[in-house]
């Protein structure tokens, strides 16, 4: 397992089409250096969990891969394209990048409908009809439907977090990003979020999944990987990691997660 970028692994699911690449990233806030020489391929249709101590650099790597951060050194691709720094060119990749944060990140003064059909219809210039089905597609995707013109303050946490599922969703991304998606909401919540993403998982969806759920690490990932400090320590299948963890600090950061 460990060295993630050289030997090809089993586990890819389409080995000849990485869609998000990271060669020789690094990454500096100030003098502290937060992303030291991170190769990652994740391809298409992969689902890659991403583990590790708080500080390691889990959500810094996944900001950079639509530039929310910029990087000091290395090269990002999306699909084969390297993201550009800025411009109409950046928007149009970042379109390609869902992401899903930990707090909810709902625009509170528009409706649930409104909050989904806006960037189909700022970015993607869709009619607002068109924009309106496509959306109430996705909410009923997600299981929130119902609560299409509402505002976000009226629904439960699991239910905003399922609806921002909805509205990365709704731009087609050829990835989707999650940092934490569950970890600020009640405990009875958890579940209906996991499994919305269990769902995307199981259609194919290419994504990239910041968690501490370790139960849905092991159910949901194809691959495994493994950060402290802000370098990528193993990479492996989720038996591999679980299982078999080779670095003492994978080792460490198990014995503490799964005993709580
Ligand atoms: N905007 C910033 N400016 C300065 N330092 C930052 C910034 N963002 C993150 N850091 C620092 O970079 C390091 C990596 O942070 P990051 O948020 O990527 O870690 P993480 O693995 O996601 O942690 P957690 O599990 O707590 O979310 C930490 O030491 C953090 O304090
Ligand atoms: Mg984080």
Known sequence: MISPSSSPDSTVKDPGHPLVELSHVEK?????????????SVNKGEVLVVVGPSGSG??????????????DSGVIRIDGKELPQEGKELAML???????????????????????????????????????????????RVGVD?????????????Q?????????????????????????????MVNEVLDVMVGLAK??????CVTHEMGFARKAADRIVFMADG??????????????????????????ILTR
């Open 231 to 256: 370098r990528i320590l193993e990479s492996g299948t989720p038996e591999e990691f679980f299982d078999h963890a080779q670095t003492k600090r994978a080792k460490d950061f198990l014995s503490k």
């Open 94 to 140: 970042r379109a390609e990048v869902g992401m899903v944060f930990q707090s909810f990140n709902l625009f509170a003064n528009k409706t649930i409908l409104e909050n989904v059909t806006l960037a189909p219809m700022r970015v993607r210039h869709m009619s607002k009809a068109d924009a309106e089905d496509l959306a109430m597609d996705m909410l009923s």
């Open 160 to 188: 905003q977090q399922r609806v921002a599922i909805a509205r990365a969703l709704a731009m087609k991304p050829k990835v989707m990003l999650f940092d934490e998606p569950t970890s600020a909401l009640d405990p009875e």
């Open 28 to 40: 500096h806030f100030g003098s502290l250096h937060v992303l030291k020489d991170i190769n990652l």
């Open 58 to 71: 889990k959500s810094t790597m996944c900001r950079t891969v639509n530039r929310l951060e910029g990087i």
């Open 203 to 208: 259609e194919g969806m290419t994504m990239i």
């Open 146 to 158: 119902s609560q299409a013109s509402k505002m976000p303050s009226q629904l439960s946490g699991g």
